[in-house]
């Protein structure tokens, strides 16, 4: 079992480009989160859904969007992408949402903007 | 304001035992989560907790304290595997984790 990928593995990216990060998994969970990681800090929740045509904000939504057709995937999306953005980001699922349930990551997308 | 205290670094040697600590103010307590992260790698589940006391999984065990906010992971048998970094993550009222920064264990020979 694959369980969650993501892509790219790494990227460096131009200010004010605009890129997908991709995320899939085939455990039939329905929650997915995104989060990114940055030296000295806790991880950082992007936005998550707890199930399929839903999504919500957490901690830093700002810069970001998310879209949730079916419940394998939950692309998350740079508009417009910043310095500050650089980072490297992690998407997760869990078999439901709003309840006590282990998170399982994927690899992660590391992330340089310049 | 929501807050995981952890102890930034550690180091401790093969064949001993080392405990990391959490302390925690949330908005509300759903369970506490420890991870284990290596050096460029996902973060990997190792135990949860919601009820006071002390959950043992092989060498590792992990204690919570609600009423003092507090945790520890308890790590037992030292390996040089064991060299990672521990994250601590509480589940708020709106079961969304809130995380620590991370404890780097450091296992020296």
């Known amino acids: 079992t694959a369980g969650i990928t993501q892509a790219p593995t790494s990227q460096i990216l131009a200010a004010g480009r605009s890129m997908t990060l991709r995320c899939t998994q085939d455990?039939?969970?329905?929650?997915m989160y995104w989060y990114r990681q940055d030296l000295g800090l806790g991880l950082r929740l992007i936005h998550y859904?707890?199930?399929?045509?839903?999504?919500g904000k957490g901690e830093v939504p700002d810069g970001y969007s998310v879209s949730r057709a079916n419940t394998d995937d939950f692309p998350l999306t740079l508009a417009s992408a910043v310095p500050s953005q650089t980072s490297v980001y992690f998407c997760?699922?869990?078999?439901?949402?709003?309840?006590?349930?282990?998170?399982?990551f994927g690899p992660g997308t590391r992330l340089t903007v310049l | 304001g929501q807050n995981i205290d952890q102890p930034t670094e550690m180091t401790a040697t093969e064949g001993a035992i080392v405990q990391i600590n959490c302390t925690y103010q949330t908005s509300g307590f759903n369970g506490l989560f420890w991870y284990q992260q290596h050096a460029g790698e996902a973060p990997t589940f190792l135990s949860y907790n919601v009820l006071d006391g002390l959950e043992e999984k092989g060498r590792f065990s992990s204690f919570l304290s609600r009423s003092k906010g507090y945790s520890y992971l308890l790590l037992k048998e030292l390996q040089m595997k064991d060299s990672a970094s521990y994250l601590c993550a509480v589940q708020d009222s709106n079961y969304q984790l809130i995380w620590g920064a991370g404890t780097k264990l450091i296992i020296k020979p």
């Open positions: 859904s707890n199930t399929a045509g839903t999504t």
């Open positions: 455990m039939r969970h329905n929650a």
């Open positions: 997760a699922s869990s078999a439901s949402g709003g309840h006590t349930d282990t998170q399982y």
